[in-house]
């Protein structure tokens, strides 16, 4: 992997891959995606150096969004916590990242079935908003979201809806 200094985020997104991998390290900017431009999107959150990654749901993995922002010089903590420790970009995407999926209504038709274009079925916590679903891992409890990033949890709150669109259960905050 080719290493970068990190360049200063001068735009509030900053655009990685030609496009195609958004980066910012303000929250907002991730909610109001959510919000004002619904379409199915993975979002990753990287703690060592306090960015969102942000891509179309379809055309990357999270693993993908790492390995760009990373090449691209925009991880630096990242990729020095990889070196000292001789951990891979793998290793981050399954241990160290929040990675999280967006869903739109429509997008939903497919969620975790065979041929669901977005690979939704390891993912098995819902938190519905007005303009879709994000989901957490099935195996990270229902206030993930809270605990693990908070300020995106307490901006996106406030667009919250009471039921679930997936699963038939009432929705952890309520």
Same mark, same amino acid.
């Given at each position: 992997m080719?290493?970068?200094?990190?360049?200063d985020i001068t735009a509030s997104l900053q655009r990685l891959d030609g496009g195609g991998? !958004? /980066?910012?390290?303000?929250?907002?900017?991730?909610?109001? !995606?959510?919000?004002?431009?619904?379409?199915?999107?993975? /979002?990753?959150?990287l703690e060592f150096d306090d960015v969102w990654l942000i891509a179309d749901a379809m055309?990357?993995?999270?693993?993908?969004?790492?390995?760009?922002?990373? *090449?691209?010089?925009?991880?630096?903590?990242?990729?020095?916590?990889? *070196?000292k420790y001789h951990e891979t970009v793998s290793d981050i995407d399954a241990n160290r990242?929040?990675?999280?999926?967006? /869903?739109?209504?429509?997008? /939903?038709?497919?969620?975790g079935s065979y041929t669901d274009p977005y690979a939704t079925t390891e993912f098995g916590y819902?938190?519905?908003?007005?303009?879709?679903?994000?989901?957490?891992?099935s195996n990270l409890s229902s206030n993930f979201l809270a605990r693990s990033v908070p300020d995106f949890y307490n901006k996106l709150k406030k667009y919250s809806i009471p039921i679930n669109r997936i699963f038939d259960d009432v929705a952890p905050w309520q």
């Open positions: 080719k290493r970068y200094l990190r360049r991998v !958004l /980066l910012t390290d303000y929250v907002g900017d991730v909610v109001n !995606l959510l919000v004002n431009k619904p379409k199915p999107y993975r /979002l990753c959150y055309t990357y993995l999270h693993e993908e969004m790492i390995e760009v922002a990373a *090449n691209e010089g925009w991880l630096p903590k990242t990729v020095d916590f990889m *070196n990242s929040v990675n999280l999926i967006f /869903l739109t209504d429509e997008a /939903l038709e497919r969620f819902e938190f519905p908003i007005t303009t879709g679903s994000v989901f957490t891992k």
